[in-house]
């Protein structure tokens, strides 16, 4: 990133007083509320194995990782709030040499597959219901869901061991090629029509999701045979990264089925399903209808912090590793998760990840909620949204009053600001 583009970002970071204090004095407050992030997989082991030992009287701690999800961080999001403020640029540099974080990420992983095992025992025993069967599917693959953003944090990091254990927190879910595609697609092509993880303005969920799946497969394979072309090798080369990640999925899935029987099979499919379909579920959070606007030669502009949802709601942020700091993690994407920032002019959404996901998987409630906060952020000039090309006419008329009403209100404002700034 070069300095204009750095100093641009600067300039829309929000101040806080935290980030007016001395490095020496500085203290992360939330340093020890960052051990709610491996604490899931924990949550979830603890109700599976009360499940295991009463799962007649126990039977609703199989639920627990949808209710968590959906239910429970939601209502804490909305209960406890946000939190706006950043860390000192003098304490940076500090916090990212502080093994402690890396420690809290890498801790995520073995309580997961601890986790997982013991879900498919109880979902391939036969005395097993129905019923208690799905429950313990969503509440393993929620789980895993959730450990895509801890492959998404490690994955970012140069050195080959945390990229094999980002790829191993996504063998679960059989999801290893994101720690590609994510890295090299998502980041180069983010908030454009060509981008396949950035959401389209009256695009569905469910529309977005078969277009995301198969063209971040597609683009994961391109992208990995390029690499080991200018290296001087051929796809199926010990180097490559799909096939590591792959071979670590099948590993995990037959070591899995060895012990616990066919019965685990479908199983762990239908949670792999699940946990990818929450990853998806964010990717069309995040980008929703933003786009990176095309310069004189057309080429497109330089990430900002504008091409981005954000949230600061607290709880969320604390078990997500602070994702929902997404401007900042595109502006500097190996910049460790307690480092993340908070810009002002970032869109925001009404509501944290979590409480984000259900109206995504309900495309009328999702439009009435998010369609007007697009055109809002845009000051009322549709042509600088990110459409849907099977919907743009159809939606520029129905919000062409709206919009003209958005642009002269952002207008008198310009105005009104110009003449206090000259008076």
């Known amino acids: 990133m070069n300095a204009k583009t750095r100093d641009n970002l600067e300039s829309h970071q929000v101040a806080s007083p935290a980030d007016a204090a001395p490095t020496g004095t500085w203290k992360d407050p939330k340093r020890y509320m960052w051990l709610m992030g491996p604490a899931l997989p924990g949550i979830g082991l603890a109700a599976l194995t009360g499940y295991a030992l009463a799962p007649k009287k126990l039977k609703a701690l199989a639920w627990t990782g949808p209710a968590l999800v959906h239910a429970i961080i939601p209502a804490l999001d909305r209960a406890i709030g946000e939190d706006q403020s950043n860390p000192p640029e003098s304490a940076v540099k500090t916090l990212e040499q502080d093994k402690y974080y890396d420690r809290i990420v890498k801790a995520f992983i073995p309580t997961q597959y601890a986790m997982t095992f013991l879900g498919a025992w109880l979902a391939s025993r036969k005395n097993t219901s ?15 869901g959730v450990g895509i953003n801890t492959a998404h944090e490690l994955g970012h990091k140069s050195n ?5 254990l980002a790829m ?14 994510h890295n090299f697609g998502h980041h180069k092509r983010v908030a454009t029509p060509e981008d396949p993880a950035s959401s389209r303005m009256g695009e569905s969920f469910w529309k977005f999701l078969p277009r995301t799946v198969i063209g971040g497969i597609k683009s994961s394979i391109r992208i990995e045979k390029g690499r080991l072309e200018r290296k001087g090798k051929g796809f199926w080369s010990l180097d490559n990264e799909l096939l590591q990640g792959w071979a670590m999925s099948a590993g995990f899935f037959g070591a899995t089925t060895l012990v616990c029987g066919p019965r685990a099979v479908p199983f762990l499919a239908a949670q792999a399903v699940y946990g990818a379909s929450l990853l998806e579920s964010v990717n069309y959070i995040e980008h929703y209808g933003l786009l990176r606007q095309k310069n004189k030669n057309g080429k497109y502009e330089r990430t900002q912090p504008e091409h981005s949802w954000n949230s600061n709601h607290i709880v969320t942020n604390l078990f997500l590793y602070q994702l929902q700091r997404h401007s900042d993690h595109h502006a500097h994407p190996q910049r460790s998760f307690q480092a993340l920032r908070h810009f002002e002019k970032a869109p925001q959404l009404p509501g944290g990840y979590a409480s984000m996901l259900l109206p995504a998987y309900l495309p009328q409630w999702w439009y009435e909620t998010m369609d007007k906060r697009v055109i809002d952020h845009y000051e009322g000039d549709l042509s600088k949204i990110n459409w849907d090309p099977d919907r743009k006419e159809e ?4 919000y062409a009053d709206y ?5 002269a209100e952002a207008k008198a404002r ?8 000259a008076a």
Do not use: Q
């Open 130 to 144: 129905l019923d208690d069967k799905i429950a313990l599917t969503l509440t393993v693959g929620a789980i895993n």
């Open 160 to 164: 080959k061991l945390n990229k094999l």
């Open 168 to 181: 191993a927190a996504l063998a679960p879910t059989g999801y290893t090629h994101f720690v590609v595609e």
């Open 395 to 398: 939606l520029m008329a129905k």
């Open 403 to 407: 919009a003209a009403d958005v642009a």
């Open 414 to 421: 310009r105005e009104k600001s110009v003449s206090e700034e």
